[in-house]
Nanobody, 123 residues
Framework: QVQLVESGGGLVQAGDSLRLSCAAS????????MGWFRQAPGKEREFVAA???????YHVNSIKGRFTISRDNAKNTVYLQMNSLKPEDTAVYYC?????????????????WGQGTQVTVSS
């Protein structure tokens, strides 16, 4: 069983930065891919970024150049550094773990989810 706990969300102004963290339980964190998703009110959950066990990353175009996913396997933690935040980034952000080395864009492929952390960006 894996538990994921997100932190770092909050209320910020447009242009500000936040760093989200996702701490994972379990000894095999380093062997698995991790992803960040977000869900805005009234919208479906959408993929944001992912990182393989070896550190290969993928970011969707809408956040590319502003958000960066990274991981620290020694701390069992994955991060999402968010810069130049915009009001349209407002959402609940979730981290997810996918067993295996490869990341996926489809949320259905992920095996474990955190409870989410709220990010609100005011204009």
């Amino acid at each position: 069983q894996v538990q994921l706990v997100e932190s770092g969300g909050g209320l910020v102004q447009a242009g500000d930065s936040l760093r989200l963290s996702c701490a994972a339980s379990g000894r095999t964190f380093s062997r698995h891919a991790m992803g960040w998703f977000r869900q805005a009110p009234g919208k479906e959950r959408e993929f944001v970024a992912a990182i393989s066990w070896s550190g290969n990353t993928y970011h969707v175009n809408s956040i590319k150049g502003r958000f960066t996913i990274s991981r620290d396997n020694a701390k069992n933690t994955v991060y999402l550094q968010m810069n130049s935040l915009k009001p349209e980034d407002t959402a609940v952000y979730y981290c997810a773990l996918k067993y295996g080395s490869t990341w996926y864009i489809n949320a259905d492929e992920y095996d474990y989810w955190g409870q989410g952390t709220q990010v609100t960006v005011s204009s």
